[in-house]
């Protein structure tokens, strides 16, 4: 291209700056992961995820999960838990296209249907560090109520507090929880509704590596209580952000 030309200039500035602002948003973006369940068959979960290495896959530590056709939120499958305080955990810091996110700010977003009473509690998050602690909780206990593990500041344990916000009984919950890890805080949203009042301390470090992702059924013994799992994302970019 010859560049004493000024139309060829012109040309060869707007070609640089059509793919600064097409490719400077990918990079900025990313995902650690995005699971909606579609690629999973309908089944014992243990039997219907997707091939992956032992240590990177789905472990069901209590009772059985199930992924079901029959409650869904974005597509047709869900993940299913339940009853008598089923659990299951994954780990996401390494196996098959999994890359860490180089953000200090990280948000995990999931959509969760507790199809039980209102009196009854789940752990619907429990999230560990690389260095094996637990630097989230997150708690639909019982008569709706919220409560997330924090370390108030100047004490030495964490404990559970109540949050602002109610979780509704059989219906679909969005729940967000935006981590700083440069700040060592969290801030939370139900529904996209802030419920935390002030970003909180979070209970142990997070060190912007995350290992394990834990949730569970509910804790009752009632045979058709259960709760449903879908579109789990865990992203640098804000879900809650208007397009």
């Known amino acids: 291209m010859n560049t004493s030309n000024p139309l060829s200039c012109f040309l060869c500035f707007t070609l640089l700056c059509l793919l600064y602002f097409v490719a400077i948003p990918r990079a900025l973006?990313?995902?650690?992961?995005?699971?909606?369940?579609?690629d999973y068959g309908v089944g014992n979960l243990l039997e219907t995820q997707p091939q992956q290495s032992e240590q990177f896959r789905w472990q069901v530590t209590k009772d059985m999960a199930e992924v079901q056709a029959d409650v869904a939120h974005g597509g047709k499958h869900a993940l299913r838990l339940g009853p008598a305080r089923s659990a299951v955990t994954r780990r996401f810091d390494g196996g098959a296209s999994i890359q860490p996110l180089l953000s200090q700010?990280?948000?995990?977003?999931?959509?969760?249907?507790p199809d039980a009473e209102s009196s009854d509690y789940i752990v619907v998050a429990r999230l560990t560090d690389v260095t094996g602690s637990n630097f989230?909780?997150?708690?639909?206990?019982?008569s709706g109520a919220l409560k997330v593990m924090t370390r108030p500041e100047n004490e030495k344990e964490a404990k559970l507090v109540n949050l602002d916000g109610a979780w509704e009984s059989r219906q679909w919950n969005?729940?967000?929880?935006?981590l700083d890890a440069a700040?060592?805080?969290?801030?939370?949203?139900?529904?996209?509704?802030?419920?935390?009042?002030s970003p909180m301390p979070l209970p142990n470090n997070f060190s912007g590596k995350l290992s394990n992702v834990s949730f569970e059924g509910p804790h009752a013994e009632h045979k058709s209580f259960s709760c449903y799992y879908d579109d789990l994302r865990w992203s640098d970019a804000n879900p809650l952000a208007t397009k």
């Open 29 to 38: 973006a990313d995902d650690l992961f995005v699971i909606d369940f579609e």
């Open 105 to 113: 700010t990280q948000y995990y977003d999931f959509w969760v249907y």
């Open 136 to 142: 989230a909780d997150i708690h639909f206990a019982s």
């Open 174 to 178: 969005r729940v967000t929880l935006k």
């Open 183 to 197: 700040a060592q805080k969290f801030e939370m949203f139900l529904g996209g509704k802030l419920c935390t009042k």
